[in-house]
């Protein structure tokens, strides 16, 4: 079974600090897709990021970075010098292997980012 | 700029009542899903849809039965709602293959009383 573990639930930094918000997964498939999704205050998921099984390098866009390690089955993402607009509700989802085209998601990272 | 809208923002309705949830997406995707957030246990799949009249369970179906009667349509309905269905209610669609990415409704939160 697929099954996604984001096993903090709240973060609270200072702005201006980095935060990395973990994500571990479990699947049996050898091909499968990893996301991340922002919610803000506003509710409706914002898409962030998407990860293939077979490209392990690291991304980097703007103050946001994500690593992904197959070896520990993680897919971390680390924000930088973080800001108050960063506060929302950071999602891990995981697609792959007949699934039907279900995404599976984490329990959600809950960030606030106080000035 | 595409969307996905769904009925309502906020939602009361009494126990026992039959409750339904609509969603519609402008950007022609086979699949649609239906997913309930609460606290602590992250986005929970209820049903899905990969095309019109096609439906499977997800993870918690109890209580629920879906309807997609058109592509663009995914209904979510509560047969009998109960105070344990209290929570926030969020509609997605998404093209074929797990590479692509899924857009989101702005959510539905349903208060049952």
């Known amino acids: 079974a697929q099954k996604v573990t984001q096993a903090q639930t709240e973060i609270s930094v200072v702005e201006k600090e980095d935060v990395t918000l973990d994500c571990v997964y479990e699947?049996?498939?050898?091909?499968?897709?990893l996301f991340w999704y922002k919610q803000p205050p506003s509710g409706e998921l914002v898409f962030l990021i998407r990860?293939?099984?077979?490209?392990?390098q690291n991304e980097i866009s703007g103050r946001y970075s994500w690593n992904f390690q197959k070896s520990t089955s993680s897919f971390n993402f680390t924000i930088t010098a973080s800001q108050v607009v960063d506060s929302a509700v950071y999602f891990c989802?995981?697609?792959?292997?007949?699934?039907?085209?279900?995404?599976?998601f984490g329990q959600g990272t809950e960030l606030s980012v106080k000035p | 700029d595409v969307k996905v809208t769904q009925s309502s923002r906020y939602l009361v309705k009494r126990t026992g009542e039959k409750v339904f949830l609509e969603c519609v997406q402008d950007?022609?995707?086979?699949?649609m899903f239906w997913y309930r957030q609460d606290p602590g246990l992250g986005l929970r799949l209820i049903y899905f849809?990969?095309?019109?009249?096609?439906?499977e369970k997800g993870d918690i179906p109890e209580g629920y039965s879906v309807s997609r009667e058109k592509k663009e349509r995914f209904s979510l309905i509560l047969e009998s709602a109960s105070t344990n269905q209290t929570s926030m209610y969020l509609c997605?669609?998404?093209?074929?293959?797990?590479?692509?990415?899924?857009?989101f409704g702005q959510g539905t939160r349903l208060t049952v009383v």
């Open positions: 997605a669609s998404r093209p074929p293959g797990d590479r692509t990415e899924a857009f």
């Open positions: 699947t049996r498939d050898t091909t499968y897709y």
């Open positions: 990860r293939n099984s077979f490209d392990e």
């Open positions: 989802a995981l697609s792959g292997g007949n699934q039907g085209g279900k995404l599976i």
């Open positions: 950007m022609d995707h086979e699949n």
């Open positions: 849809s990969y095309d019109v009249k096609m439906k």
